[in-house]
Every structure is written in structure tokens, then in C-alpha cells.
């Protein structure tokens, strides 16, 4: 229940930072800096900068105001979305945390606006160390407060606070270095306004998707104790996933889709959408092979110890077994939105998110009952499917048909040595895994099987000449003849 109570207060002011932090840079803050940074010169970009980032800290501290204090108002809605009675203990504990978590999303958006900045010159390690300090303060707090707390949910909540602080404090220094300096200017001035104008659509469309999660996380959280949690656990394998790969593509690629756009350099637009999509499907197809084979000893290996058994894992790697299935469509969206935004086009997003959003609701409370919290991961992937098909089709009227030589071949040889890879993990899994072996027991025979899998599928995609395989060496070289 106390998992449960932290994963959905967490949620709530997590769907707000995605709302307000996430989309608002992508869609306007980048787009409009990159442009008056390359037309009027770094120190006008910086003047936007400091305009934009003084308007953000006083619309959160408002939104933060305003959902500590209405908190219980927030969490009974959400419960209502279920259409289910919930435990009023669970009720208490879930908007009380609320309160403690809710203002995170003025740090984290804060925080969003520098790493905006840096994206936009191209200095991106930092934004992703922010992120580790983030959760290494989550970790720190749990462990550190163990002992001082009736409720580890607290001590969650607050790392979760300290997590915000420090992802803004970190990249502070790296702003000032580029040559960004506060002052209390409060205008809002034409640059601003045309970059909330691009907003406004995305707004629309975020919220879209927010209300997929809030009705997704709603279901659940009326099937029982545990459907949030399992939920929750696959969604961050799949985010894990992702996030080592797909999302790191698409924050890269930005700036220079924004630039190209903005040059009506459509060529190298195209060539830029095609490498993101054949690298993407180079790392996601072995990724959602083999999570799939090794659902359930993954899910054992991370998470069973302590109060978390043999039924949580079966939970939760079912539910993984339906989120994963959305993988690369998921990671090929947040390829192409982007796209979109670069040039300017932030209505069709939201239509296209718009028409996810219904296919989700409606087969949330279609599946959830006979299958449970399966039906809901699964209805999450139709409508992932849903979006990734539309945004491909409606691309090509800003980038005309997207088609090359290499792209094609690119994909084959990445399903080819995805095959290889399977049958090897099939073939060897019982020889090397006991029926019954759990949790820590684990680790040697799975890290067996992820070497073998490596080996495989690098050594089939070596055989078939996989063009990205040889540029990921290549780069590799030049980077060890470069330390060297």
C-alpha cells in the first residue's frame, strides 16, 4: 500500500514536470533560442534565456503553491478516474506525500530551462549528470532515513525534494560559464511571447498524454494493492530502456534539427531522422528480444528481496511483458516530435496524441478486468503503436517521402541479428538457469546469458556488415586513438 501511496504521489507532480518542463523546451524554449541565437548573437539568446526562466519560476512557484494546498483535492480525483472505492488509509497516506513532493516540479523545471540552454549549445553530459544526482538523492535519503522514519515513504519523499534541488544546482555553473547572468527582468517581450505561443499546442498534447498515464495509474490503483507498484516497476524497465538510448538520440538531435529546419536544409533534416531511426532500431530490437525471453529473471534479479517476493516479480514481469512490446514505437515517437517542433508545427502532435489518448482510455477500461493490470500495460502499447504510425505518415509533409539506400538494409540486419540473438538466449536459458532460481541467485547465470546475447548479436551484425555496428566502432577508435 505504502509503495503504492508513493508511486502515484510521486506521479502527480511528475505528469505536471512533464507537462510544463519536458514539452515547454522542446517545443518552444529550444526552437526560439537556437533561432535567436544563430540571427542576433549570444548575448540576445541570453537575455531570452534570463526572460523565460524568471517567467517559469513564477507560474511553479504558484502551481507548487496551489497543489500543496490542494492536495486532497487532486488525490480524490484521481481515485475517482478509477471508478473504484480505495482504502481510506491508503487515501491519507497518498495525499499526504502529495504535499511533501509537490513542489519538485518548480526545481525540476528550473532545472529544465538550464539544461535547455545547454542542449541548445550543445553541452550535454551535464543534463545527464543532473539526472544521476537526482536519483542518487533518492537512494541517499531512503537509506540515510531507514531508521529515523515510521514510513520509508517519507524518506522517498523526501529525496524526491532533494533530487530537484540538485538536478538545478548542478547545471547553475555551467550556465554562468556560457555566459548567462540573472536579473529580476520580469518582461515578457516578443521572443517569450512566440515561444508560449508554441506552446500552447503542446500543452494540449502533454496533457493528452498525461491523461493516458493519470487514467492508466487510476485503474490500477482500484484492481488492488500491488497493480500500481507492478505497473510502476515495468514502466521503469521500460524507461531504463529507453533512457539509455532512444531519449538520449532525440535530445541530441534537437539543435540540429532545429537549425536545419530553420535553414530549410530539408536533406539534412531527412538524413538526421534516418540515422536516429536506424540507430534506434540497432539497440531496441535486441533490447525488446531480450527483455521479453528474461522478463521474469530480470524483474527477480533487480527487485526480489525484502517484502518484494515471487508474487510481486510475476506481477510486474507480466505486466513487462505488454510494455514492451511498445518499445520501439516509443522510442521512434520521441524521434519524430521533436521533428515536428522544429519546425514549428506543434498542432499536429496533438492531434495525433489527441487520438492515442481515446484508444488508451477506451481499451484501459476494456482490458483491465480480464486482464487485469496486463490489460492496462497493454493498452498502453496499441496506443503507443497509434502514435508512432500517425507521426510517421504525417512527417513527410514537412520532410517529403523519407527514404534513402541505407535504411532499409540498416533495419533488416538489425531483425536478422535480433533472430540469431533469440535463439541463442532460448537455447541456452535452461542450461544455464535452474527452475527455481531467484533474486540474487541470479546474477552469475544472467550476466552469462547478457554476455552471450552481446556476443551474438554483435558477431551476426559483424557477419552481415551492419552499417551501424561499423560506425560505433569506428567511433570507438578514434575516441582511443584520441586518449592515446
Not at 525534494?161 to 554562468?176: D, E, H, K, N, S
Not at 498502453?380 to 500517425?390: D, E, I, P, R, W
Request: hydrophobic content about 55%.
Amino acid at each position: 500500500m505504502a509503495s503504492d501511496a508513493f508511486g502515484l504521489a510521486f506521479q502527480i507532480p511528475n505528469l505536471l514536470r512533464r507537462l510544463v518542463a519536458e514539452g515547454a523546451m522542446s517545443a518552444g524554449f529550444i526552437p526560439v533560442l537556437s533561432e535567436v541565437e544563430e540571427t542576433e548573437g549570444s548575448a540576445a539568446a541570453m537575455g531570452f534565456a534570463n526572460r523565460y526562466f524568471n517567467l517559469v519560476l513564477l507560474a511553479l512557484t504558484i502551481i507548487s503553491a496551489v497543489g500543496m494546498l490542494g492536495a486532497s483535492v487532486i488525490v480524490g480525483l484521481f481515485a475517482l478516474l478509477g471508478g473504484r472505492s480505495i482504502d481510506p488509509a491508503a487515501l491519507e497516506l497518498t495525499t499526504t506525500l502529495t504535499r511533501w513532493m509537490f513542489p519538485y516540479i518548480l526545481f525540476v523545471a528550473l532545472a529544465a530551462v538550464a539544461q535547455g540552454v545547454l542542449n541548445t549549445y550543445r553541452v550535454f553530459w551535464i543534463s545527464a549528470a543532473s539526472s544521476i544526482a537526482m536519483n542518487i538523492a533518492i537512494i541517499g535519503a531512503a537509506v540515510a532515513l531507514a531508521s529515523s522514519v515510521d514510513e520509508m515513504a517519507f524518506a522517498f519523499a523526501i529525496g524526491v525534494l532533494l533530487g530537484g534541488v540538485l538536478q538545478f544546482a548542478v547545471q547553475i555553473p555551467f550556465v554562468f560559464k556560457l555566459g548567462y547572468r540573472w536579473s529580476p527582468d520580469f518582461r515578457v517581450g516578443p521572443q517569450v511571447r512566440r515561444a508560449l505561443w508554441l506552446l500552447v499546442p503542446t500543452l494540449f498534447g502533454a496533457g493528452v498524454y498525461q491523461v493516458n498515464v493519470m487514467v492508466s495509474q487510476a485503474i490500477a490503483w482500484g484492481l488492488g494493492g500491488g497493480a500500481v507498484s507492478s505497473l510502476q516497476y515495468s514502466s521503469r524497465l521500460l524507461e531504463l530502456t529507453l533512457g539509455v538510448f532512444a531519449v538520449a538520440i532525440s535530445t541530441v538531435v534537437l539543435p540540429s534539427l532545429s537549425r536545419d529546419a530553420a535553414a530549410g536544409r530539408l536533406d539534412d533534416v531527412s538524413d538526421t531522422i534516418l540515422y536516429a531511426v536506424r540507430l534506434s532500431c540497432f539497440v531496441c530490437f535486441p533490447m525488446l528480444v531480450g527483455l521479453f525471453l528474461l522478463r521474469q529473471e530480470t524483474a527477480s534479479l533487480l527487485f526480489e528481496r525484502g517484502a518484494f517476493g515471487a508474487e510481486s516479480t510475476a506481477m510486474t514481469s507480466y505486466a513487462l511483458a505488454f510494455h514492451l512490446l511498445g518499445l520501439v514505437h516509443i522510442a521512434l515517437a520521441r524521434i519524430f516530435v521533436p521533428v515536428f517542433y522544429a519546425f514549428k508545427d506543434t498542432k499536429t502532435p496533438v492531434f495525433v496524441a489527441f487520438a492515442s489518448m481515446l484508444l488508451n482510455v477506451v481499451l484501459c477500461y476494456a482490458l483491465a478486468e480480464p486482464m487485469r493490470h496486463g490489460g492496462i500495460a497493454l493498452a498502453n502499447t496499441a496506443s503507443a503503436f497509434l502514435q508512432a504510425l500517425a507521426l510517421t505518415w504525417l512527417l513527410r509533409r514537412h520532410t517529403g517521402p523519407l527514404s534513402d539506400d541505407v535504411t532499409g538494409p540498416s533495419i533488416l540486419r538489425s531483425g536478422l541479428a535480433t533472430a540469431a540473438m533469440a535463439g541463442a538466449v532460448i537455447a541456452a536459458t535452461p542450461a544455464l538457469i535452474a527452475p527455481g532460481t531467484h533474486g540474487g541467485a541470479l546474477l552469475v547465470p544472467y550476466v552469462a546469458l547478457l554476455a552471450l546475447a552481446v556476443v551474438v548479436y554483435a558477431g551476426t551484425a559483424a557477419l552481415t556488415r551492419h552499417p551501424e555496428l561499423v560506425e560505433v566502432i569506428g567511433i570507438l577508435k578514434r575516441r582511443l586513438g584520441r586518449q592515446r
